[in-house]
């Protein structure tokens, strides 16, 4: 493990995202991390990502992270809940890594439009731009919101706005009408 000390979550998530290749799982990193990509850096506690599989395959990468010396648990959603499930990664010191397996109204191409971004001599897939606002938007809090417009203000002329639109429709008509007030006091 990379990690030596409480704090550092982004250097658990480069061992989580090394286990995550060895077995041929696509992800992308989500939430603080991608933030700070995408035009807001913050501080926080954990390091996010989020990839698509079966509550099976989460349950057997569960044990592939036990077994590799990590802390895993994972939490499985009600039917109501967006997250299907979540599997929380963590260390001896504190840091953790919250992989989340899907999210209802995503677009499961979200893992192919992702941004290769170095990071500690890593390369790391960060959820593209349309994505990360549509997720942030649907998510739908005050510091979510405002994650959202910093993206948008960060280059409004180099957005998708069809792609993003049909991203934040996907996960609802909440999502698609916080998305154009965004928009609209952008202008």
Not at 3 to 19: E, F, H, K, M, N
Not at 58 to 65: M, P
Request: glycine residues 10%; neutral net charge.
């Amino acid at each position: 493990m990379r990690t030596t000390a409480p704090g550092q979550s982004a250097l658990l998530l480069l061992d989580v995202i090394a286990l995550l290749r060895s077995e041929g799982i696509d992800y992308a990193v989500i939430g603080a991390m991608a933030a700070s990509v995408h035009g807001t850096v913050r501080a926080s506690l954990d390091a996010d990502a989020i990839t698509f599989m079966t509550p099976q395959a989460a349950a057997l990468l569960e044990r592939r992270f036990s077994s590799a010396g990590f802390g895993a648990r994972l939490r499985t959603g009600d039917p109501d809940d967006p997250i299907p499930a979540l599997l929380a990664i963590s260390d001896s010191h504190g840091n953790r890594v919250d992989l989340l397996v899907g999210l209802r109204g995503l677009d499961r191409r979200a893992l192919d439009r992702t941004l290769e971004v170095p990071f500690q001599g890593v390369s790391l897939r960060v959820v593209g731009r349309e994505d990360f606002i549509a997720m942030k938007v649907y998510a739908g809090g005050p510091q979510d919101l405002a994650d959202a417009a910093a993206a948008l203000a960060r280059s409004p002329t180099s957005l998708d706005l069809p792609l993003l639109r049909g991203l934040a429709g996907g996960y609802g008509r909440h999502a698609l009408e916080a998305l154009e007030k965004l928009l609209e006091r952008s202008r």
